[in-house]
């Protein structure tokens, strides 16, 4: 479904959450002026790494470029990870005007009409970025693991390094599907899938639901579900090894930023339970939800159902800061044990910092005051901008929902239902609307009136609003409803 440009204009959401017009990332200009300045703070203390061939693997276009990857084998089997991050804590200099914008800041937020950066583009998408061919200060791990992907050491340590060459995901999956993936990455399909096995043993929770996504721009929108490929879960999780080893080392050395989810309550579960059930769905008594879900094809209605219901099992995520005890929490249920951030600090605030920690606990080295001093904060930053970035995907992908089907008023299309409507039990009481995906254009939208989960069902469009951002559909036909129905695929 293509929308023109005219038809899709996301001026008035950039307005209500107070974000600045596209093109305008809006830095003042002594940030600007720090940015165009940075210079490398640690030059002389980083190891010489730039011989060591490593490769970016990214979405296109992208050029705030955070992690380059390097895999080799083990002689006793298994693998040596080797990951380098942007050093943003080099080039942001403690106390200055880039570090009190970013502290306000929080996060990068996208939008479809262009993102609004955490840092400036000179810092973000140049000096800072890991851009293939170009000398880059970094952090660099190196994370040894066995072939059932157990950690064995770690180590990580300022360094320049150099990549070679920048991938797509899409480029990457073709390559490794016809056995031409590059010398650096040509163990990341085996690495990932260990990895992804490990997490699942360990209870990691893994939802995958189409993300819906907004492309294109100068004279046409489309409104699609993202093609994720099994190379973006390989690169995810060389991302989670190091967010896990990160974890590891605060808890071990008493003082962080850990990333937490609660696991779910035996209620949830239970509740879970019954809907796998009412979905024909077969989840034995010794399994647990993660293994379960691992299991479950989201190419049908039954399985896309489930997937949606179990984002019940994945609620109340935070960060715990600690220092000189352990944290209250520490577990974060989604990947099966404690997790910190710190593979995104070109997008990301506390990665910095957690990083920071990091690289102090494994010298022996005193962590920095500008990081104690900030750490309190962290949680409340992350977690007041995370509201925010979530709120505007939200509504950015409402506008074009209401915008796809608002010449599909009273149209009858054919949808798979994810949640069951609820009839009233009492005539004050109000019916509970059901949840529907409809495959084209991709809308995830609430649905009055019978449908049953795990089914395919005919209904209309009720309502596509623009202006409230609003879709919902009905099982009940109109009363001159338009004549051919569209089709679900």
Not at 203 to 211: T, Y
Request: proline share 6%.
């Amino acid at each position: 479904m293509w929308m023109t440009s005219r038809d899709l204009d996301f001026a008035p959401i950039r307005s209500e959450f107070e974000l600045p017009p596209s093109g305008d990332d809006a830095f003042p200009e002594d940030v600007r002026a720090e940015a165009d300045a940075a210079r490398d703070l640690f030059a002389g203390g980083r190891a010489d790494l730039t011989e060591l061939a490593l490769v970016t693997i990214d979405p296109p276009g992208s050029m705030d470029l955070d992690q380059a990857v390097r895999i080799e084998t083990r002689a006793a089997g298994g693998w040596i990870v080797f990951y380098a991050i942007a050093d943003v804590g080099a080039l942001v200099p403690p106390g200055g005007a880039m570090e009190a914008e970013s502290l306000r800041r929080g996060q990068t937020i996208y939008l479809p009409d262009g993102s609004v950066p955490l840092h400036p583009r000179e810092l973000s998408e140049s000096a800072g970025s890991l851009l293939p061919g170009e000398v880059r200060a970094a952090v660099l791990w190196r994370v040894e693991i066995d072939a059932e992907a157990r950690v064995l050491s770690t180590d990580v340590r300022r360094a320049t390094v150099r990549s070679r060459e920048r991938f797509t995901y899409a480029e990457v999956q073709a390559a490794a599907d016809e056995g031409t993936l590059a010398e650096p990455i040509a163990e990341l399909p085996a690495a990932g899938r260990a990895l992804r096995a490990a997490g699942v043993r360990a209870g990691a929770v893994n939802l995958r639901i189409p993300a819906q996504d907004i492309e294109g721009g100068a004279g046409h929108w489309e409104l699609r579900i993202e093609q994720r490929t099994e190379a973006d879960e390989w690169n995810a999780q060389i991302s989670l090894l190091v967010g896990r080893c990160a974890a590891a080392i605060m808890l071990e050395g008493r003082c962080g930023v850990l990333r937490t989810l609660p696991r779910a309550d035996e209620d949830t579960l239970s509740d879970l339970r019954r809907t796998a059930a009412a979905l024909q769905l077969e989840w034995p008594q010794e399994q647990s939800l993660g293994e379960f879900l691992d299991s479950v094809d989201v190419n049908n209605s039954r399985g896309l159902a489930m997937m949606r219901a179990s984002t019940a099992a994945l609620r109340g995520a935070d960060y715990a800061v600690f220092d000189g005890q352990e944290p209250e929490e520490r577990e974060h249920a989604g990947i099966g044990g404690p997790y910190a951030h710190v593979t995104a600090p070109l997008r990301r605030l506390v990665d910095r910092f957690a990083t920071e920690i990091c690289l102090a606990l494994t010298a022996g080295t005193e962590i920095p005051e500008w990081v104690r001093g900030a750490m309190g904060a962290l949680p409340e930053i992350m977690n007041s901008t995370s509201r925010t970035a979530s709120a505007v995907d939200r509504a950015c992908v409402d506008l074009a929902e209401a915008v796809a089907l608002e010449e599909f008023v009273g149209v009858p299309l054919a949808v798979y239902v994810l949640r069951s409507s609820t009839e009233p039990k009492t005539p004050e009481a109000k019916e509970r609307p059901g949840e529907v995906f409809l495959a084209q254009p991709p809308v995830f939208a609430s649905c009055t009136g019978p449908v049953s989960e795990g089914t395919t069902a005919t209904v209309y469009v009720a309502v596509a609003d623009r202006e409230s951002r609003r879709v919902e559909f009905t099982a009940h036909a109109p009363a001159q409803a338009a004549p051919g129905a569209g089709a679900a695929s």
